[in-house]
Structure formats: structure tokens, C-alpha cells
């Protein structure tokens, strides 16, 4: 028994010898592990990367021919070379980024034809016509308790004119107005007193203004139904309105543009015009005659929100006003940036402007909220007063805002899409109506004029003539809107540079300062992705070796 045990010991103790032996520290490590060490060694690979790139100058740090002062040389310049390029690359990216649209003359023989006719907005100076406060004034003193006479409610009247401008001298006396027409000239509609069915009663007809309408030379009704003029509301109030298209008063949506294929002084629109200078009772501009506003036919007549163009009409003259477009469309591919960055709305994106956004409608719609939160009101003359007015929360302004509207009627008056610190016009921006969505329309035809007049004088051939059968012609006007050339100029809006060309710029700058191209970006991503493998399986051989290496361990103990 005790030589078993004896032999046992011993065959354990040539196992264990065998088992937990280590080899010769001087000897060869395992051929695998040998392997492994030799293929990763980053040092080397760093410099066959050197020696091998193609990219230029690098291969000078990695040669043993080169001294330490020479590869610390060529290290520097690298380094600045490199430096140079972030500097340009930072640059030229905040350029491209600065200034992303760029616009070109694409067409200087666009046709005119293509243009939409402007449209044209005609208002008389006189705001209240005399013959229309005689009959008003009438009908006050027939419902007034006191027994006051027509004469005095015709003075009275005159109050009225100040909704249009919002000047006032006697409050109290307005406000004594404002509360006998609040008792005594209710609205059949609505149960109380309506300043908007007022003013429109006390505005000069336009049938009575419009005597003869030409168009291409061929005349036509003037206002008939759903014809060539209409009335509408501008900031100067009640005006006749050619080629207007959007919505009427009673929301119904106007028919296609006019267009025009011809050109000259005969063969545009031309008004023979009523002065009616005895029948003026409130006069806006304190002369006698028209204001001619012409403007973009999708945007209502907003002088603040510029694009309109204003020219005033003398009694006793014929006027030519010439009319020059200029078209301006805008890329698809431009929508590919933000409003803020191209700095204009395309006619389709805010569609709570109506179906064609336009400048003028947003800041019109921004003013009437301005309107409604400082005063509780809107004025009469606003495109959407008519469907405020009968809301239960807002009425429309009479003589008792007049105070409030003539407080902030500079602040209306001035516009500002961005606020900017100049020094010296803190107040000022303070002070004016900050509309920040209301851009230019990235496509829009925007309209030039050049006006002249001569004396009228009376007609006394046979032939046609626009005067036909006036004998006084100091007391009418004629007008002739036309284009003054058939062909315009259109601008294109594009994206400055594309994909490709921003590639094609930053690659000649690698190549130029780096001499880099898409080999070198392949080698370098080669190079890396061959050190992540070779750590790994680096690291997946240590983890394997250590496993083995355990059971061992284990019977050591």
C-alpha cells in the first residue's frame, strides 16, 4: 500500500510538472501570440502610412535618412498648412451658408404678356360726398329728440371725416355725436350703430366718378356686376378697383387677371373721370382731384408694406402713366431652406393669407391685430373689418377710439420685418410694428410707373374722342394706364451652389493646400479601420489566452 501511494504521488507530481510548467524565459513565445505582437505594432503602421499616403510631404516624417531637425521641420509645416486650410474651409462654409440664393437676370425679351395687367385703385380727394351728408343730415334731425335742424347734424357730420385720418380737436363734442348716433341710427342687422354701412352711405358713388371706361380700345360698362371696376376698401376708404384679384366684399373670388399683349397709350385701360368739384365736403388732401394707386393685383394697396406706386390726378388734364414690370421667380430647389435664411414666403406657404400670399395682405393682417389689441377695434377701411365688425368682442371704430387710434397711428404707419440695434433709433423701433413673417414674395411681378399730363382740351373733331359730348372739360380727367414696352425683364432666384459644386470647391482646396483627394480620404479610412480590427482581435486573444490559462491556475492550487 505504501508503495501504490508512493507511486501515485509521483505520477501527479509528472502530471503537474507537466501541466503547470513554465517554458524557458529565453525561449520562443507561443507562435500565435508571436504573431499577434508582430502584425500590431502602431508605430509601424503609422509610418508605412507615412511612406505609402498620397497625400504629399508625409512620407519626409516617416524616412530614417531624415535628420530630427528636418522631420521636425516638415512637421511644422504641416501643422500650419493644416491650420491654413480649417481657417479657408470656415471661411468659405460661413459664406455659403451667409448668402445661400443668388438672383440673375434670366430674360431680358420676357414677353409682356405673361405679366399680369397692375391693379389700379382710383379714389376721390373728397371722402364725403355733399350731397350724400344733405340727405343724412336730414335723417338725423327728422329722429333728434331736441328738434335740432338739418344744419346743424351737416356740421356734425364733418366729425366723421376723422375715422379716415384720425385727427381730432374736440373730443367732447365728438364723443356728444358718437352717443346720439349710438340711440338714434341703429344698424337693421345688427341693433347698433355701424360706422362702416355710414361711411359707405357718405362716399362718392363711383358710378358717379367713372363717365366712360376703355379697354384696348374698346369701351365697356364700367360697373356692372362682376365687370371691370368695383368698389373696395384701401387705407384711403371707399375706392373703385380695377383687376383686383382675391376677395370681394361678400367673399366671392374674382375671375383671372387682365392681360395685356399690347402696348401704347391707346390700347390700355383709359377712365374719362367725373371731378364733381361741387360736391366736395371732406377733402383728404385738401386739393381737388384723384389718388391713383397702382399695385400688384394678388396684394391689397398697403403703402407701408411698400409696392404700391401713388400718382394724383389733376382735374382739367389727361395723364399718361406708363407702366414697366419687372418679373422675379423663384427655383423649387430654393424651398429647400428656411424663411429666415432666403428672406422671402413662396404664394403657397401661408395660406392663412388667403389662396396667394403676398407682403401686403401679412402686414395689413398684422396692423389689424395691432389695431385690435390697442384699441378694441377695427377701423372701417380694413379688408377684414366687414367680418370683424358684427363679432360680439370687436366693433368697428368710431368716434370714441379716435383718441386711441391717434395715439398709435405713427406706431401703424412704420414697419419692421427684423429688429436691428442702431444706435440713436432704439425708440423708434420701439415705436413701430414689428411683423416679422410678413417677407417679400419669393415670385412676384413688381410694377414701375412714369407719368406725365398735358391740358385737357376740348375735342371738336368728328372722329372718336375719349370727351365725346363734354363741353366743360376743367371739371374732368382723363387717365391712360399702359405698358410701356412688350417685352420686360425676368430675374431668376436660385440656390447659389449646389451639392456639387460645394464639393467641387472644398476638394480643390484639399488639393490645392493638402494635395488630398478621395484616395488619401480611403487610405486614411483604411488605416483606421485596420487598427480598430487589429486591437480587437488583439484584445480577443488576450481574453482567450487568459481562459486557458485559468484551469491551470486552478491546479496549482
Known sequence: ?????????????????????????????????????????FKEELLQLFNSITAHCYRQLAQQDRSLSERLFWLLMLILEAATLIAIIISAWGKF???????TLHDTIYPIVLVPFPAISLCNNNRISRAAAVRYAAQLAGRDA???????????????????????????????????????????????????????????????????????????????????????????????????????????????????????????????????SNDYFYNLFNNIGFNLQIFNPHEVP???????????VHLGTETFIRVDAITINSEPDVLRYSRQKRQCVFRNELLKYGANYGRSNCVAACRLRSVMALCECVPFYMPTAGATAS????????????????????KWSTVITDIVQIPGLEKEMEESLYCPECLPSCSASKYQITASNLPLVRSRRDGFSVTAGIDNVADVAVVRIFFGQPETWMYKQNVAYYWFEIFSNFGGMFGIM????????????????????????????????????????????
Open 391 to 410: 363679432s360680439k368682442s370687436v366693433t368697428t371704430c368710431n368716434l370714441q377710439h379716435i383718441a386711441c387710434l391717434s395715439k398709435y397711428k405713427i
Open 146 to 276: 331736441e328738434r335740432r335742424n338739418a344744419s346743424y347734424f351737416l356740421e356734425q357730420i364733418a366729425l366723421l371725416g376723422k375715422l379716415y385720418d384720425f385727427d381730432y380737436e374736440n373730443l367732447h363734442q365728438m364723443t356728444r355725436l358718437q352717443e346720439f348716433l349710438d340711440l338714434n341710427d341703429v344698424s337693421n342687422s345688427t341693433g347698433m350703430y355701424n360706422a362702416l354701412e355710414t361711411l359707405e352711405k357718405l362716399s362718392p358713388r363711383c358710378e358717379d366718378m367713372l363717365l366712360r371706361c376703355f379697354w384696348k380700345s374698346i369701351e365697356l360698362p364700367c360697373m356692372l356686376r362682376n365687370d371691370m371696376i368695383e368698389v373696395r376698401r384701401t387705407p384711403y376708404g371707399f375706392c373703385c378697383t380695377f383687376n383686383f384679384i382675391g376677395h370681394t366684399e361678400d367673399n366671392e373670388i374674382h375671375p383671372p387677371s387682365y392681360f395685356l399683349d399690347v402696348t401704347g397709350p391707346e390700347m390700355g385701360l383709359v377712365l374719362l373721370l367725373n371731378g364733381s
Open 97 to 103: 451658408t451667409a448668402n445661400p440664393l443668388i438672383t
Open 514 to 557: 493638402a494635395g488630398m483627394s478621395l484616395i488619401t480620404l480611403m487610405e486614411v479610412v483604411y488605416f483606421v479601420g485596420r487598427q480598430l480590427v487589429l486591437v480587437f482581435a488583439t484584445r480577443s486573444w488576450s481574453a482567450g489566452a487568459l481562459r486557458s490559462r485559468m484551469p491551470n491556475l486552478e491546479l496549482l492550487q
Open 1 to 41: 500500500m505504501i508503495k501504490a501511494n508512493a507511486q501515485k504521488r509521483q505520477k501527479l507530481s509528472t502530471v503537474s510538472s507537466v501541466t503547470v510548467g513554465t517554458p524557458h524565459k529565453d525561449g520562443p513565445p507561443p507562435p500565435t501570440r508571436g504573431r499577434l505582437r508582430e502584425r500590431y505594432r
Open 302 to 312: 398697403d403703402s407701408t408694406a411698400g409696392g404700391v406706386n401713388e400718382q394724383f
